[in-house]
Structure formats: structure tokens, C-alpha cells
């Protein structure tokens, strides 16, 4: 029998020491390492997307200039995906994996894409070179003297003028998409075919082979446009951008299935500890009782008050450690709330903080064209100001001055410039805003008590929530109410859980949130939080404040925010309800005083 026991003790305690080493495993970290890699990997293709499209666009404006499409390599593209690809297998990430194959086929197939582009551009820019190349040869023959005393007249004064428009025409033709221009030059391409065959032998041959380059240069446009359009529009960057929300999505579970484990390991370890001490206690005692029985019997009036007293400091002790278990408990919520609040913060500034680099870059790249203007007319003035420089030289230079602000003007660089300019402005202010709200959410002092309007509070939370709430239609039904006597940073906490249960609990199209704000009599607020999701059974409504109680998938909430949103609005001297219909949604009722009944260790919590 003694044996058994034994065994039996053997046994549990090698199942509770492999129960502690599982916990403990679980809550290793995660390697941050790896994701900052992953997201560089992703950032990088992200920039070698945007590096070929800039170069698209500036082989599509610089007209008779060679094309440039591949200022990154086929290398630096297969570096990125294998780096990406061997940390997704690190990670042990099938999404990742197999995304990092799909996303090297999108940037295989751009490449080729790519190819036929260049190939299609030079075809065109040749097909402009020989018609701009023609046109003064032409006028050459058409002006010779010759060439006026054999032929007809009225047909050499049509041919000439026809040719003096046809350069510009043409050039308008490359770089405008408008009817008007195509009908120009296609006019102009059928009335110097028509011309040529009452022209001279030579004049004749060189007007129609202007007329057929036409015809190529014409042809050649919207096979060049329409390559274009495809490459320009690839979707290789949304592809890149859905990868690493992804990833971050898969990350972030992996940190609130950490902090879950982490949970059960302080709940696990303060359990094991009292059932230790227990034990102790218990074998200190009988270990008293077999060695002073006969002391204790004699003594047992004497002693009784000392037993009273043991036993009160022992019930104290476990009250001590179950206060400080508590403590560590909800110290962990509000980390894996810090935790998703910094995730969504990060992601949100992310999205304007791209598109202002975006714009900065493309400022950039057109400040020379403004340098070149500048500097030509700091020459011309130069010019004008000494009248050392001929008046040939002077006109040459207004000319080029005027070409150059008529170009800029045409490209509507300064619209452009400005606009940009414009579109980073709001996107600094969108940041400035979320760092704003984030600061005003977070600075209050947990232990001070002071006069806080709950609307500011509400808009800070929605602000902070903004990457849970943005495709929820959000509705703010705001009364006029009064400033509440709370403690700030305790209120916001409340209001963030309820918004993000809200947030979690309606679907991803069609969310509806309601806020709705009002007053109840003189001395109360009342703070509403309804949505249309999937609502509670009612067999577990009556446990939604209970600690560790959560209706959420496994992984996915600790069962605290409620539990904790209820102690401190009870602290408050509140009330806080809810009311839910399956499949209808749930509504959240808190209620507050506006005058605080908060003690000094009630807000130290």
C-alpha cells in the first residue's frame, strides 16, 4: 500500500513538472528577428515595383530618348523572393510559403511584360525618329528652286504647309491620347499621299514615304499604349501589400497565443504554489502532531489564541497571493491589448506614411526640369542686364527659356508638383492626427481622478481602434452630457474593450457599430456600445463578466477585458449591463456618475 502511494505521488509530480515545462515552452517568444526580415524582403519588392514604374512612365515622356525599364535586375527581384521564401519556411508559415511562390510568378510575368513593352516603345520611337528625321528633308526638296519650276505650284504650296505643322502634330500625337490629334495626323498622312503622285519623281518618293511612316507611327501608338496600360496597372505591388497583411495577421496570432499560454503559466504556477504550500503545511502539521501530541494536549487552553492567530496569517498569506495573481492576471489583458492597439497603430500610419515618401519621391524627380528652367532665365536676364550677348544669341535664348516654361506648362508640372505636395501634407497630418489620439489616449496617470468628457474619450478610443473598426459602419449618436468626475485612462480602457468585442463580434462587410451617448437625470451618464453580430446565446449571458469566460475562438482572447471593464466601472460607483439577441447583435449599457466615488486604492488597480 505504502508503495502505491508512493508511485502514485512519483507520478504526479512528474505530471505537474511536465505540465509547468509545457507552459513554460509555450511562452517562449516569437522571433521578431524573422518578421522584421520578412517585412523588408516585402518592403524591398515593394520599391523595385515602384522603380519600374517610374522608369515606365519616364520612358513614356522622354519621347526620342532610349528606354531604361529595368533599373532592378532579374537577380535583385530572386533575391528578395528566395530571402523571403527561406524566412517563410523558418517560420514554419504555409501561407507565406506558398504566397512567396505566387509572388514570384507576378513579378516573372511583369518582367516579361516588361520585354514586349521596351521592345513595343523603341518600335514606336523609331517609327517618330524617321517621321521627324523625313519632314526636313522633305522641306528641303519641296523649297528647291528646281522643284518649284516643275511642279504644280498650289500642290508644292499644300506639301509645304502640310509639312510645317507635321513635326509638331506628330509630337503632340505621342504624347496626347486625343481624338482631335489622331484625326490631325491622319488627316495630314492622307492628304500628303494624295499629294505625292503630282509631285516630281523625287519629291514625290520622299512625301509618300513620309505618308507611310505616318501610317506606321499611327499603328504603332496604341500597341504602345496598350502595353502600357496592362504593365502600369499590374497588380503586383496589392499583391505584395496583401502578403504582408497577411503575415501580420499570422504573427499577431502567434503573439495572443503566447500571451494565453502565458496566462495559464502565472494561473498554473500560483495554483501549484498554494497546493505546494499546502502540502508543506500539512506534513508540518502532522509532523507536529505525532511529536507533540501529549504538549499539546496539556497546553491546548494556552495555545488556542496562537492557533487563531497561525491560522489568520495564513488565510492573509493566500489573500496576499491571490490579490497579486489577480494583479499579474490583469496586468497581462492590458499587454495584449497594448499589444493589438500598437499592431493597428503601426498598420495605420504604415498606409500614409507610404504615400508621402510616394509623393516626396515624385517632387524630387521633376525638381530638375525646374533647376534647368530657373537657371536659363537667370542666363536671359544676365543677358538682358549686361547687353554683352548679340541679339541673336538673346532670341536663342528666350526661345529655349520660353520652350522650356511652355513644356513645364503643357506637363502641368506645377499642378502636378503641387498636388503631390498637397497629398503628403494630408498624409503627415493623418499620422499626426493617430500619434495625437494615441498620446491623449494613453497619458492619463491610471491613479488620477479628474473631469473628463466622455466624448473625447470615445473619438481617442475610435482613433486608436481605427484598424478594427475601419470597414465597420461606425455610428456616433452623441447627446449632450457632462463632464464625468473618473479616472480617465480606466474609462478609455473600458471603451476600447467594447469597441473591439463590437469590432470582432460583426462581419467584415455589413459591421454596424452604434455609440450612443445621453444623460439620465442630474446625476448620471449613460455610454451605449451596440452592434449587429452574431450575438450571445442565452445560456452564456449570465457568465460574460466572469473571469477567464470568453465566447471568442481559442487563441483569441484571455477572458479578461469584460471581467475588468465590470471591476472598474463598479469601482466607479456604475453600472454596466448588456443585453444580446443571437444572430440580431449585442448591446453594452454602462452607466456612470458624474460625480466620482472613487477611493485611492480602488484607482490604483
Not at 498554473?268 to 502539521?285: E, H, M, T
Request: with cysteine; charged share 25%.
Amino acid at each position: 500500500m505504502k508503495l502505491l502511494r508512493r508511485a502514485l505521488l512519483i507520478l504526479l509530480a512528474t505530471l505537474l513538472a511536465a505540465l509547468l515545462g509545457f507552459l513554460y515552452y509555450k511562452t517562449q517568444g516569437v522571433d521578431f528577428g524573422r518578421q522584421v526580415r520578412v517585412n523588408e524582403h516585402l518592403r524591398n519588392l515593394k520599391v523595385i515595383d515602384a522603380k519600374w514604374n517610374e522608369a515606365i512612365l519616364r520612358s513614356r515622356s522622354e519621347l526620342l530618348g532610349e528606354d531604361d525599364l529595368a533599373p532592378q535586375t532579374r537577380d535583385a527581384v530572386g533575391r528578395e523572393i528566395q530571402g523571403l521564401a527561406v524566412e517563410a519556411r523558418a517560420l514554419d508559415d504555409p501561407v507565406l510559403v506558398a504566397s512567396s511562390a505566387s509572388l514570384a510568378t507576378q513579378y516573372d510575368e511583369k518582367m516579361k511584360l516588361m520585354a514586349e513593352y521596351r521592345e513595343q516603345s523603341a518600335a514606336f520611337k523609331k517609327a517618330l525618329r524617321d517621321v521627324l528625321d523625313s519632314v526636313p528633308m522633305v522641306q528641303a526638296l519641296v523649297r528647291d528652286p528646281r522643284t518649284a519650276a516643275s511642279a504644280n505650284r498650289a500642290k508644292l504650296e499644300e506639301v509645304r504647309a502640310l509639312l510645317d505643322r507635321l513635326a509638331a502634330t506628330a509630337l503632340e500625337f505621342s504624347s496626347l491620347t486625343g481624338p482631335d490629334t489622331a484625326r490631325d495626323l491622319e488627316s495630314t498622312q492622307t492628304a500628303l499621299a494624295n499629294a505625292a503622285p503630282a509631285l516630281p519623281g523625287g519629291v514625290s518618293e520622299a512625301v509618300a514615304q513620309t505618308a507611310e511612316r505616318l501610317t506606321l507611327l499611327m499603328k504603332a501608338r496604341p500597341q504602345r499604349d496598350e502595353l502600357f496600360d496592362r504593365l502600369y496597372f499590374y497588380p503586383t505591388a496589392p499583391r505584395t501589400d496583401s502578403v504582408g497583411a497577411a503575415f501580420a495577421q499570422s504573427f499577431q496570432s502567434q503573439l495572443e497565443e503566447r500571451e494565453l499560454y502565458r496566462v495559464y503559466l502565472i494561473a498554473y504556477s500560483a495554483a501549484l504554489l498554494i497546493f505546494v504550500g499546502y502540502v508543506s503545511v500539512q506534513l508540518f502539521r502532522s509532523y507536529r502532531v505525532i511529536n507533540d501530541v501529549n504538549a499539546q494536549l496539556k497546553s491546548a487552553n494556552e495555545t488556542l489564541e496562537h492557533k487563531v492567530d497561525e491560522r489568520t496569517r495564513e488565510l492573509s498569506d493566500a489573500l496576499t497571493h491571490l490579490k497579486e495573481s489577480e494583479a499579474m492576471l490583469v496586468q497581462s489583458e492590458k499587454m495584449s491589448s497594448l499589444g493589438q492597439m500598437v499592431a493597428g497603430v503601426a498598420h495605420e500610419i504604415n498606409t500614409p506614411l507610404a504615400y508621402v515618401k510616394s509623393s516626396l519621391e515624385s517632387v524630387t524627380a521633376q525638381l530638375p526640369e525646374l533647376t534647368t528652367l530657373l537657371n536659363d532665365t537667370e542666363t536671359l536676364l544676365t543677358m538682358l542686364q549686361t547687353g554683352d550677348a548679340t541679339e541673336s544669341q538673346v532670341g536663342a535664348q528666350f526661345s529655349r527659356v520660353t520652350g522650356l516654361a511652355q513644356e513645364m506648362r503643357e506637363n502641368e508640372a506645377l499642378d502636378t508638383m503641387n498636388k503631390l505636395v498637397t497629398d503628403g501634407l494630408y498624409g503627415i497630418n493623418q499620422i499626426s492626427e493617430l500619434v495625437s489620439n494615441l498620446k491623449n489616449f494613453s497619458r492619463l496617470d491610471r491613479n488620477k481622478v479628474a473631469r473628463f468628457d466622455l466624448h473625447e474619450g470615445l473619438e481617442s478610443t475610435l482613433q486608436i481602434a481605427r484598424n478594427l473598426v475601419k470597414f465597420k459602419d461606425v455610428r456616433k449618436n452623441f447627446g449632450e452630457i457632462p463632464k464625468v468626475s473618473c479616472s480617465p485612462s480606466q474609462i478609455n480602457q473600458v471603451f476600447l474593450n467594447l469597441v473591439t468585442n463590437a469590432a470582432q463580434a460583426t462581419p467584415e462587410n455589413g459591421g454596424i457599430i452604434a455609440i450612443t451617448t445621453k444623460r439620465i437625470g442630474d446625476d448620471r451618464v449613460c455610454v451605449e456600445v451596440q452592434d449587429n453580430g452574431h450575438g450571445i446565446p442565452p445560456e452564456v449571458l449570465p457568465k460574460i463578466f466572469d473571469p477567464f469566460f470568453t465566447t471568442k475562438d481559442v487563441g483569441k482572447g484571455t477572458g479578461l477585458g469584460l471581467s475588468i471593464a465590470y471591476k472598474i466601472i463598479q469601482q466607479h460607483g456604475g453600472k454596466i449591463s448588456v443585453a444580446s439577441e443571437v444572430g440580431k447583435g449585442t448591446r453594452f449599457t454602462v452607466v456612470l456618475p458624474v460625480e466620482s466615488v472613487l477611493q485611492p486604492e480602488a484607482t490604483a488597480a
